[in-house]
């Protein structure tokens, strides 16, 4: 069979879907663009006609997901495959995306990996690959796109980070330790970029349920990725805040979790 | 917060295949959390739920699994066991869920199966398109209504969802990804059509959608006060009207009373449509709530609302096909216990026998207030496997009492059996081989397009298969 070109039509039927209608069109590059939550914040900016340049590992899962996004309402969809935890892979995305995609707006970053606590506690090398995915190489590449973007003095960079990076547990301190990493190094980011026009976004999700966190305890309890993504593509819109927690709930909790004296916190089983 | 030690792993671009970690394309993260089926009976214990999210995780799951280990799990809106596959695994699909190709001018969809009859019309009714065949919920898998072939209020004139696949791709154990058309493996797409997820898991399908104008249906309801009356406008609607459905009060015995309900697409309607999202029922009811006082009191009331309202509105589709899809997790109020839905379809020609079952349900007293009736219409079978063939179907649903429902199902049965009627499997936690039998005389024919590497709970208790 083959499939006629995809074209985003015209509402005719006088349906009215939700958020089809603020539609300030962006140019969004999801790094990470196959994860969870990723998948959800495109299809939702795709719904508004947003054009999109995917970048993830896989190329059979990035061709998925592009008819995906595109029978869904994106205007285009560009997809670059690469491995973002390899820094040298870094210049060759931003190279493409400066070449077929020259006037993107905002860059979401969304991938991470979450490893398994005790693994990264006897091995170091479990530690380094942790470290290096969810801090290192992130930073990396917002590096080299917050150049860019400071150099137009425009646009927008969003990256998803973690509650668990607002206190190192006992149990989570792995991946805490690195999201939390990240938090900070985009608050630098953010302060740096202000005077250029440029916004940073610290997107903090509580557990959502997605392939990162299945096998977790109480896992059936986590929240919809929908309603995360739902979120995520309001935070973009200007006005928002700097710091996103999601569900909002999460930016209650982590300000009571840091209240506690660390005296006392060291000797919870948390 | 995730407060664990537990490993799982992530989203497979993110790990860096220079160093010591999971190759791409590994199996999806296993729970072990508990799965029930919407009736929420049988209560069984899984041994792990695969969540692939992508289909070529799916390769390496059959690769690792035992003979006889697994079962493709959807939405789990199958009311019994036949979703279910107690001490075994399931594979739930619910994450293979993009949209891999659409023609604009043929109105063919290939999605993965996964996808929900929800999210189908989501998408596509705004651009004019609409499911072929729609069963009540929408809130089903195109990998589950194609493994139930299911039927909708329009099966007079449309046939069965499976009617309208085009192609299936099927991850088989034993021959990997696996092509069924008309032209390539016809056998192979007849067998997984109805095939209850036995013949492997689907990777995507190819579905003809329908050309329609908009979100609206023209919509009429007409009391009725018997089964006659009740076949005279069913046979009158059925060359008019696209969709026909009735409600009946089953208390009222075989002097049915009841509504009858019609309508077509509108063809234009300008009225603006704005999807709506319902209550949810957040808890288990306690399950004297549901009695015979309470049942008829909504009956009544139910019949009283519907006679005495105007017979002909324009409605939104959701309204009209998915009532009850308005209250989420519905399926709660049946308390604890859960419920068993039973659905059978009778040949015109034994009506005494339809009577009959009517009569019985209604001195039981036993039965609720979800009652729907349908005349099916005499489409060939899509699937070997297929329910509905000619006669009337109906379905009720009863609260499990035990031994008590049990027994009054199994009545029920015998009535079935000697009318040369036939149990749907999709509604079913408890029929007997015998009745199995009964009602698909042909299954051995079905199984040597059974995947090796699949069972069912279902499967097991009515063939006795190991």
């Known amino acids: ?270 | 917060m995730n407060s664990t030690t537990q490993s799982s792993y992530g989203a497979p671009e993110t790990q860096p295949p220079t160093l010591t970690t999971l190759p791409q394309g590994s199996p999806a993260a296993q729970s072990t959390e508990r799965v029930l089926s919407w009736g929420r009976y049988p209560r069984a214990e899984h041994r792990q739920l695969f969540k692939p999210a992508w289909n070529d995780q799916i390769t390496e799951i059959l690769k690792d699994a035992a003979q006889g280990s697994l079962l493709p799990f959807g939405m789990g809106r199958s009311y019994g066991d036949s979703c279910l596959n107690a001490g075994r695994d399931l594979v739930q699909c619910h994450r293979l869920n993009r949209i891999l190709g659409f023609d604009e001018s043929t109105g063919v969809a290939r999605c993965e199966s996964g996808l929900t009859l929800a999210d189908i019309v989501a998408v596509f009714l705004p651009k004019g398109w609409f499911l072929p065949v729609t069963p009540g919920t929408s809130f089903v898998t195109l990998g589950g209504a194609i493994a139930n072939d299911v039927h909708g209020k329009n099966h007079h004139c449309a046939g069965t969802f499976g009617a309208h696949v085009h192609q299936i791709a099927l991850h088989r154990s034993d021959r990997g990804l696996t092509f069924c058309s008309s032209r390539e493996n016809p056998e192979m797409l007849c067998a997984t059509i109805g095939g209850l997820g036995l013949t492997g898991i689907i990777a995507w399908a190819d579905i003809q959608l329908k050309r329609v104008a908009g979100p609206w249906i023209n919509a009429e309801s007409i009391p009725f006060e018997s089964l006659k009356t009740f076949l005279d406008l069913s046979h009158d609607s059925n060359d008019l009207f696209e969709y026909t459905v009735a409600w009946i009060d089953c208390f009222s015995g075989k002097n049915a009373r009841g509504i009858f309900f019609r309508g077509n697409h509108a063809p234009n309607c300008q009225k603006k449509f704005r999807p709506k999202r319902g209550p949810k029922l957040p808890f288990e009811l306690p399950s004297w709530i549901l009695n015979r006082f309470s049942v008829r009191a909504f009956n009544t009331a139910f019949y009283a609302v519907h006679a005495a309202r105007k017979h002909r509105a324009v409605v939104a589709y959701d309204s009209f096909f998915y009532p009850l899809d308005s209250i989420r997790q519905w399926n709660l109020m049946y308390g604890r216990q859960g419920f068993l839905q039973y659905q059978c379809v009778i040949p015109e020609a034994k009506l005494e026998a339809f009577e009959e079952l009517l009569d019985r349900v209604a001195r039981s007293g036993m039965s609720s207030f979800l009652v729907v009736l349908k005349q099916f219409g005499s489409a060939p079978r899509a699937g070997m496997l297929s329910f509905p063939r000619p006669g009337l179907t109906i379905t009720f649903d009863f609260a499990m009492r035990g031994e008590l429902t049990l027994t009054l199902l199994r009545s029920l049965d015998e009535i079935v059996r000697e009318s040369g009627g036939a149990i749907y499997p999709a509604k079913d936690a408890r029929m007997s081989p015998a009745m199995f039998e009964t009602s698909f005389p042909s299954w051995r024919d079905f199984v040597p397009y059974m995947d090796p590497k699949m069972s069912s709970s279902f499967w097991r208790r009515v063939t006795g298969c190991p």
């Open chain 1, 1 to 270: 069979m083959t499939y006629a070109a995809f074209s985003k039509t015209v509402d005719s039927s006088g349906i009215v879907m939700p958020g089809s209608s603020n539609t300030r069109m962006k140019k969004i590059i999801a790094l990470g663009a196959t994860s969870g939550i990723a998948i959800e914040v495109q299809r939702q900016l795709a719904h508004q006609a947003c054009e999109l340049l995917l970048v993830a590992r896989s190329p059979e899962r990035l061709a998925a997901l592009q008819t995906d996004l595109l029978v869904r309402g994106a205007r285009q969809v560009l997809t670059y495959s690469a491995d973002l935890s390899l820094i040298a892979q870094h210049a060759g995305i931003l190279d493409f995306a400066s070449r077929t995609f020259p006037d993107f707006d905002t860059v979401f970053l969304a991938y991470g990996s979450m490893r398994n606590q005790k693994d990264g506690e006897s091995s170091v090398e479990i530690l380094v690959e942790e470290l290096l995915v969810d801090f290192v190489s992130a930073a990396a590449i917002l590096t080299l796109f917050a150049a860019e973007l400071e150099r137009r003095r425009t646009g927008c960079i969003a990256a998803i980070t973690s509650v668990a990076g607002d206190r190192g547990r006992r149990s989570n301190y792995l991946y805490g330790s690195a999201k939390g990493g990240l938090s900070l190094f985009l608050q630098g980011l953010r302060s740096r970029l202000y005077p250029s026009g440029v916004r940073v976004i610290t997107i903090k999700p509580g557990p959502v349920q997605t392939p990162m966190t299945d096998g977790l305890p109480n896992a059936t309890h986590f929240v919809d990725p929908q309603q995360v993504a739902h979120d995520i593509v309001r935070g973009l819109e200007r006005g928002s805040p700097d710091i996103l927690y999601t569900p909002r709930i999460w930016r209650y909790i982590m300000t009571a979790v840091k209240l506690v004296p660390e005296t006392i916190f060291k000797r919870l089983p948390l």
